[in-house]
């Protein structure tokens, strides 16, 4: 197990290293510099040279990539271009909307799909069963803005019950208030990766109902619930955390859309505003922590299905 | 300058396929209301574009512009909504005869927001560091100043020649006051003499600012304004209806109706320095020939464009109707698609293709009327929307376009017709002399002669289209007093702004 988990680490590291320097590439290509952001339209070419100057802009490639890794090394993402703010302190400020959003989305997603994908599977072949399968395969193709758009038309335009867009200035510290300004955001998020999950969970059921242990424990005289609960349901934990370990890409990606189209102040919405203004430094500090993140819950899942599954223990 | 240009891309980002609605024209005034002011009152004002940072100094951007200047920052002069020069850090100004030497009057008992008092010294040090540090804002536009001194309250600006745009010049960024050699961390804080100080920043969210307890002039009729950067209109027009927000500014008249429907918003249209530039390269093959841009330009009907969004008014030459040297200039390229059609055969410009690079912000409402219109005389417009850093770099930057849509929002920006370098490639000489004998000019009104004739020349030369002259379209909470109209997008000065309870 502990070398497993090392050599896990090892790909971890070289997986980032990598994306580092892709992230730094892809970025440079972009086309046009804070520079010429921040000087406009007005703007002479001595103006853009001053300030480029003033940014050191010039510097060439492999010494920026250099400074970058190695302030990242000793914990320094760097500060903004345009703001002068460290990096990380503005990620971990935003982090404040967009972690308790995926959080809420996600615990939206299960509370959804778990029930009613077992329900699924067991009603397969009776209306309520077949109602459940359309309904979902439905509301996973819907996008999100248009789900988005929906809920807030009916939760905040007509029935006035729910704040449109926004998150109160004094954030956490008006916990109600906060709450209530996800809660739209996290259903929409969650509703949709919801109706994905809940097809993974329908299909992990069908598959365990066939399973030989469930049909013995079933013969042994529990009911076939009973029997799937206690000793299909963990063979089914196996693939829906698996699953549920791959949509927190879909989550981040959600976020970005959601926190736009509800103007939440959270790391989607900066990371956009900062593309935008070619705040470079920051733009690749960003995406380097969140590709860590989901390069981190994968290595979670990895270790999870390793102490959870006998099977791979022994085949290893 | 960045997003100086932009703002009003809500005007147009919208959609247009609404019903249209008439809409009141003109510089309509706010509405009244019937309650009392409430001195205690928050007034929550959507906004489009969020500034990147704050820095006056040095940062373009009509979304610094439109909320510091005036409210946090002043000058020695300011200007009305209507475009009129007045005192305000200066109690009185005069400027002599020969146009060399301008003297204001400095208020006494001004203090920054910080609690330092502003002295003669900051004045001089100010406008100093304007002229000469290469990075700032609008630096050039002091280039003719020759020196400033203070006596007592008096300072006095010095000229090398005259020139005709200094008043102006020192409304805007060129003319800000700040502090001598202030520490204050100017991209994140703020430190002005304004009516209103910087309460707090949440980047992405708001921006929210404070009445200034220690004003010299009047104080501000409301305890906080919160800008509220939202910058889709139909989220702003459900943040409206849930009643989020007190004023939507940048917004879409076509959802006139939709805002207006509950009784709580009225939408408030008024005239705006806004202009849909359509910038045409002169270095490419075709569009060297007049006769084609000409076409062009006869074969936009910008009626129809101002129908589909629902406000502006068609325009047809470089000079909006709030700047000086405006000239009603529609008879020199009307719409008409068969003239059009007879100047592209005349120029031997049969199914020619031509590309639009576009800011993608801006929506599809203008591409796609260009597309159509353009397609009914034989020119086929391939639409290239791409992000405004891209149109910087490719448009802007290295001129590499044929066709270039920007919606233009400083007001008195002539000068770039007569800048031979600038991105609308525009070279003629007999321009850019008119434009140095305005700058020359000591009597404002020979001043704006001159921009006159050669406003008429650059539109007579078919140098570009002005697709239109846009409106700023704010909507308004019947609660709200004393809400500006005109040219929002540029200045919004609230020292007026007012909220009643209820």
Known sequence: MIRYTLTRLALLVVGLAVASVLIFLTLRVLPGDVAQLIAGTNSTPAQIAAVRDQLNLDAPLPVQYGAWIGGILHGDFGVSLITGTPVLAELAQKAQVTVPLGLFAMTIALVLAVPLGVLSAILRGRPGGTALNVGSQAVAAVPVVWAGMMLVVVFAVWLGWLPAQGFPRAGWQQPGPALRALLLPALTIGVVEGAMLLRFVRSATLQAIGQDFVRTAAAKGLTRTQALIRHGLPTMALSVITVLGLQVAGIIVGAVVIEQLFSLPGIGRMLVADVGNRDLVKVQGELLVLTGFVLLVGFAVDLFHRAIDPRQREAA | ?502
């Open chain 2, 1 to 502: 300058m960045l997003a100086r240009t932009l703002v009003a891309a809500a005007a147009i980002v919208a959609t247009a396929a609404l019903a249209l609605t008439g809409c009141t024209g003109g510089s309509a005034g706010t509405p009244s209301s019937t309650g009392t002011p409430d001195p205690e009152a928050s007034a929550a004002i959507r906004l489009v574009l969020e500034p990147s940072n704050l820095d006056i100094r040095q940062t373009a951007g009509a979304a610094l512009d439109q909320i510091l200047m005036d409210n946090v920052y002043q000058g020695l002069v300011s200007r009305t909504p209507d475009q009129k020069i007045v005192p305000a850090l200066a109690s009185e100004f005069t400027k002599s005869a020969d146009g060399l030497t301008y003297t204001f009057t400095l208020r006494e008992g001004v203090t920054f927001a910080d609690g330092q008092k502003l002295t003669p010294d900051d004045v001089v040090w100010s406008l100093t560091q304007h002229k000469t540090q290469a990075g700032w804002a609008d630096a050039d536009t002091l280039s003719r100043v020759k020196s400033v001194t203070a006596s007592g309250q008096t300072i006095t600006i010095t000229m090398s020649t005259p020139d005709s745009t200094l008043l102006w010049n020192l409304t805007g960024r060129a003319g800000v006051i700040l502090k001598k050699d202030d520490k204050v961390d100017y991209k994140t804080a703020a430190n002005g003499t304004g009516p209103f100080v910087l309460g707090s920043w949440k980047q992405g969210d708001s921006i929210t600012f404070e009445r200034n307890d220690a004003y010299w002039g009047t104080k501000a009729k409301v305890k906080e304004v919160v800008f509220d950067y939202i910058p889709d209109n139909q989220a702003a027009l459900n943040a409206a209806l849930a009643g989020e927000v007190d004023v939507l500014t940048g917004f879409d008249a076509n959802l006139k109706d939709q805002v207006e429907a509950g009784g709580d918003f009225r939408l408030v249209l008024g005239k705006s320095t806004d202009k849909g530039t359509l910038a045409m390269n002169s270095h490419n093959t075709w569009l060297k020939d007049k006769r084609v841009r000409q076409a062009i330009r006869q074969a936009i009907d910008h009626e129809a464009v101002v129908k589909a969004l629902g406000s502006g008014q068609p325009m047809y030459g470089p000079i909006p109707q709030l700047d000086p040297g405006y000239e009603d200039l529609s008879a020199v390229a009307p719409y008409d698609p068969a003239a059009a059609k007879q100047l592209l055969k005349d120029a031997g410009a049969h199914d020619i293709t031509l590309t639009l690079t576009i800011y993608n912000g801006y929506g599809t409402t203008i591409p796609q009327i260009l597309v159509s219109d353009l397609n009914a005389v034989g020119i086929t417009l391939k639409v290239d929307a791409v992000e405004f850093p891209t149109w910087l770099n490719d448009v802007y930057i290295n001129k590499n376009y044929d066709l270039s849509f920007v919606l233009h929002t400083e007001a008195r920006d002539f000068e770039n017709w007569a800048n031979p370098d600038y991105y609308f490639t525009y070279d003629n000489p007999q321009v850019q002399r008119l434009y140095q004998q305005s700058l020359d000019a000591t009597d404002d009104a020979q001043a704006a002669g001159y921009l006159k004739q050669a406003a008429r020349i650059v539109s007579e030369d078919m140098a570009a289209d002005w697709v239109y002259n846009g409106a700023s379209v704010v909507a308004v909470g019947t609660n709200i007093t004393g809400m500006p109209s005109v040219n929002v997008n540029e200045r919004l000065n609230l020292a007026e702004i007012a909220k009643s309870k209820g």
